[in-house]
């Protein structure tokens, strides 16, 4: 009701400035004289509270992102447009999810078969999110013509290895150790590994003694 109050407060707004507008201010034949705002407020009342909501919620999905690289610049405008595009993606996943939960709530058990099905559906629905991204960031980059733009970051101090310059380009690149590469990403994968495969071991525990604990209860 407080946006129907508000639409009527404005209309006897306008009826009393147009009344009142009207007098000795105006002189001459009809001695009227225009209000300066009441074609604004008139334009701003007509709207009906329906429309009124329905650009609200519009909104959510549609942001000024043209707007938004003008005048705070294409970095900033692409940070929302990542957001606007993650949000977007989240209805999906979101729905199935109240129906993963509506069915777990149902069969009283959290390790619901729906739950492996909505698993493999994440795992293809994040590299689709991101294709989609991708996309959608070169969409905006070409139309606001900073696709091509690098920052040039400047050589660690902590950087091993020398700069040579290349012979097509010109341009100063840095060149690694190849071996020392390798054995950097070597001992990522290790550890990574290592860390994938203790967590899958307490997970494998866990759900071990779960079972144990569930057949002595049923034995009991």
Not at 194 to 219: F, I, Q, W
Request: with cysteine; hydrophobic share 40%; glycine share 10%.
């Amino acid at each position: 009701d407080n946006p129907r109050n508000l639409l009527q407060g404005m209309r006897r707004s306008l009826s009393w400035a147009s009344n009142t507008s009207s007098g000795s201010r105006g002189g001459g034949a009809g001695g009227a004289k225009k209000h300066p705002n009441k074609s604004l407020l008139q334009e701003e009342t007509s709207q009906t509270l329906g429309e009124m909501l329905t650009h609200m919620w519009s909104g959510m999905f549609e942001q000024p992102l043209d707007l938004v690289a003008s005048y705070f610049g294409e970095t900033v405008a692409l940070y929302f447009a990542g957001l606007e595009c993650y949000a977007l993606w989240l209805i999906p996943p979101s729905i199935l999810g109240l129906g993963v939960f509506y069915l777990q709530v149902q069969a009283g058990r959290v390790d619901h078969p729906a739950c492996c099905l909505y698993g493999i559906f994440i795992s293809a629905w994040a590299p689709m999110l991101l294709v989609k991204w991708r996309r959608r960031a070169s969409e905006l980059s070409y139309r606001w013509g900073v696709l091509d733009y690098e920052v040039e970051e400047t050589v660690r101090p902590q950087f091993k290895g020398s700069r040579t310059q290349d012979p097509f380009s010109g341009e100063w690149t840095a060149k690694k150790n190849k071996w020392l590469q390798f054995c950097t990403y070597l001992c990522s994968v290790v550890v990574v590994s290592a860390a994938v495969g203790v967590m899958l071991t307490v997970m494998g525990l866990m759900y071990r003694g779960r079972d144990y604990a569930t057949s002595e209860r049923d034995k009991e």
